[in-house]
DNA sequence: ACAGGTACTCTCCACTGGGAAGTAGGCACC
DNA sequence: GGTGCCTACTTCCCAGTGGAGAGTACCTGT
């Protein structure tokens, strides 16, 4: 084979990353955290609201109903996928209490508050520099047209 | 109407839930940066090797072939649509030069840089207790089993 | 006995992102 | 001079992911 095609070039190099992906944690953690649910649950269970400044409460624990309330655009479906990945991941806890409809409490642990942490410096950021990032889309759509 | 189902008091808190959502800046900055490729290309081009500590280099400025080899896994479509997508947000410059075959050079701006400090402190979290998560999937799943 | 609440699960569907191939347009080799 | 290659994309198609909404199990109050 005398010559590859960009194309085979680009997937032998991409089998060869993927190989090398898999095993590389900090990218495993990006895959985790790349999902919107995730920091939310994160900022809802880390005591400062996860709504914007708006329904504010230091709850440390949370039922499901309450999460489901807060962060109300989740599903259900993705509600409960997204808190038993975090369990699976140590980053929260489930302990079901057999009250009289069943009580399930939600607890960050401290590997969860840890990574609230880094969270909020993102949410920092955000904050802090958000404005600028919506007046720079406004120029460039301005520009577009 | 006497009462209302849950799914239908369910369904008026989500509309409203989004209303407000949309107007919110720190919601929007998440679904941002939610995005894997987004923070892989932050991490890319600030400095910092993307790739777990192998292919260093204090690279500020890189070519879209360049960011196509590092970040292997990426399709060409998603890091036309996010390089895009970023420049919009006046996250980074786009710069054509109109060389032999024509150059494109991608550039952190200040406001860029500054997130990607943000971004390297979940990246230091990940390397300090990534090992701690790992565990725990294992304990879980050997639970589970 | 029947509506209601909690904490889910299940099913269907629309949208998103991936893979691969195509495009423009200029050089370069034969 | 035509075939092929380079970069930096765009386009098309398809599988997988997440959302909507209904269904479930179990108990309680009236």
Redesign the interface.
């Known amino acids: 084979m005398p010559t590859l095609t960009s194309a085979q070039r680009?997937a032998q190099?991409?089998q060869?990353?993927?190989a090398?992906?898999a095993g590389?944690?900090?990218?495993?953690?990006?895959?985790?955290?790349?999902?919107?649910w995730v920091?939310?649950i994160l900022a809802a269970l880390g005591d400062d609201d996860g709504?914007?400044g708006?329904v504010a409460g230091p709850a440390r624990a949370m039922r499901y109903s309450e999460l489901?309330?807060q962060l109300?655009?989740v599903s259900q479906k993705m509600l409960t996928q997204t808190l038993r990945a975090l369990?699976?991941?140590?980053?929260l806890t489930r302990t079901v209490t057999p009250t009289v409809p069943v009580t399930v409490r939600y607890e960050l642990t401290d590997?969860g508050l840890?990574?609230h942490q880094?969270?909020r410096?993102?949410?920092?950021?955000?904050?802090e520099?958000?404005?600028?990032?919506?007046?720079?889309?406004e120029t460039?759509?301005a520009h577009a047209t």
């Open positions: 680009r190099a991409r060869e990353y993927d090398f992906l590389c944690p900090s990218r495993q953690l990006l895959d985790r955290i790349s999902d919107k920091t939310l709504s914007c708006q489901s309330r109300a655009g369990e699976r991941d140590g980053l590997l840890s990574l880094a969270i410096a993102i949410k920092s950021w955000a904050e520099h958000m404005d600028e990032v919506i007046r720079s889309r460039y759509d």
